[in-house]
Structure formats: structure tokens, C-alpha cells
């Protein structure tokens, strides 16, 4: 073989093997695109994630600082035991403040919402809220003679409304106020027996945006 055909030899290796290498070239560009693409997406995903846990966070501070704010504020009726304080809902249990079906204030139901309305009035005013007094009951039908009331939710609408003209004759501004009525709805108990039903005979009261319309709140 002479040296003519070893250069031609050489040559040919050389073409059959450029396209092979400009494929390979390809390959690793479009692989080293896709990861780039990748690691793009997963950096937004990231910062994304930590986003909205840095906002979660900040939340959930200021849910505590609410709430601490409203222990504080109600520290002494807290200590009497007739008032709890459950994710920032102020409650007392019915029988405290009324007689059976019945919503005429006892003296002392009076005087416990005289109590709150300093400390209320100090907490709604720093933050520019409301207080929104909900009425609820048990689910058995109303035994009352007089039939003063229709149904439970009657008989939630006219309690939460005395607990809020008592307020307002105790100091709350009318403004910082208002009533609603969920009859047997929202039960915090089962109504299986008489210790669920006291429990579920109640009324609360929570501090809200001013902006807040209770979808299911009952004038």
C-alpha cells in the first residue's frame, strides 16, 4: 500500500468521524440546556416555598400575638373560670348568663359582661375592630309555655342581642358591635346528653376586621 493510500485512508476516518462528534457536541449542549432549565425551576420553586413560609410564619406570629394580646386584656374574668378564651372566641356558657330558654339576664350574667367591657373597649380600640356576639344552642326543641320563641334560633338571636344592648348600656361604643344567631349549628359538643348540651347553650364573642361580613350570621 503506498503512502497515497494511507493519507486517503486517514482522510476517510476523519469524515466518518466529524459527524459523530458534532453530534456528541449537540447532545451535550442540548443536556447542559436542560439542566440549566431545571435548575432555573427548581431555584423559582425554591424561593417560591420560602415565600409563603416566611409569610406562614409571619401569620402564625401574629395569630399569637392576637392572642396573647386578648389573654392579657382578659386576664381577671379569665381567672374567675366563667369565661374561656378558644382560638380567640371569647366564651360563656349559657347558664351563666340566662335562665333555661329563657333570655333574660341573671345579676350576675350582668355583671360578668360589665366586667369584659373595659378591657374590650382598650383591645377593639388599639386595633380598630369589632366585636361580634354570637348566640348558640342545643338542638332540642324549645319547652317554654309562652312560646316566646319560634325555634333555637330565635331564642340565640334575642340572647345575643340582650348580651349586646347589655354591653352597649355597660360602655361599648354601638359602633364596636353586633349580633348574631346560629341556633344549633356549630355545636362544640355532642348533644347526646345533658354535660354536651350545656356546653353547646352558649355565648361567644370575638373580636373581627371591621370588614367582616359572617356568612352565616343571622341579624
Do not use: C
Not at 129 to 145: H, W, Y
Amino acid at each position: 500500500m503506498t503512502e497515497l493510500d494511507d493519507r486517503n485512508d486517514r482522510d476517510g476516518d476523519l469524515e466518518q468521524s466529524a459527524p459523530v462528534w458534532a453530534v456528541f457536541g449537540d447532545l451535550m449542549s442540548g443536556l447542559l440546556g436542560a439542566f440549566v432549565l431545571i435548575l432555573v425551576g427548581v431555584l423559582v420553586v425554591q424561593m417560591d416555598l420560602m415565600s409563603n413560609l416566611a409569610s406562614e410564619i409571619a401569620k402564625r406570629e401574629a395569630e399569637e400575638q392576637r392572642r396573647m394580646a386578648l389573654e392579657k386584656a382578659l386576664a381577671i374574668p379569665l381567672q374567675t373560670g366563667r369565661v374561656t378564651l378558644n382560638n380567640g372566641r371569647i366564651g360563656i356558657s349559657g347558664s351563666v348568663l340566662f335562665p333555661l330558654n329563657s333570655d333574660e339576664l341573671r345579676p350576675d350574667g350582668r355583671q360578668l359582661l360589665r366586667s369584659l367591657v373595659p378591657p374590650l373597649q382598650v383591645y377593639l380600640g388599639e386595633r380598630d375592630e369589632m366585636l361580634m356576639v354570637s348566640g348558640f344552642t342545643d338542638d332540642r326543641p324549645i319547652q317554654d309555655g309562652n312560646r316566646r320563641y319560634a325555634d333555637n334560633l330565635e331564642l340565640s338571636a334575642q340572647r345575643a342581642l340582650t348580651v349586646t344592648r347589655a354591653l352597649m348600656d355597660e360602655g361599648m361604643p354601638p359602633a364596636r358591635v353586633f349580633a348574631a344567631a346560629f341556633g344549633a349549628e356549630q355545636p362544640v359538643a355532642s348533644n347526646a346528653d345533658e354535660q354536651g348540651r350545656t356546653q353547646n347553650r352558649r355565648v361567644e364573642m370575638a373580636p373581627v376586621p371591621k370588614t367582616a361580613t359572617p356568612p352565616a350570621a343571622k341579624p
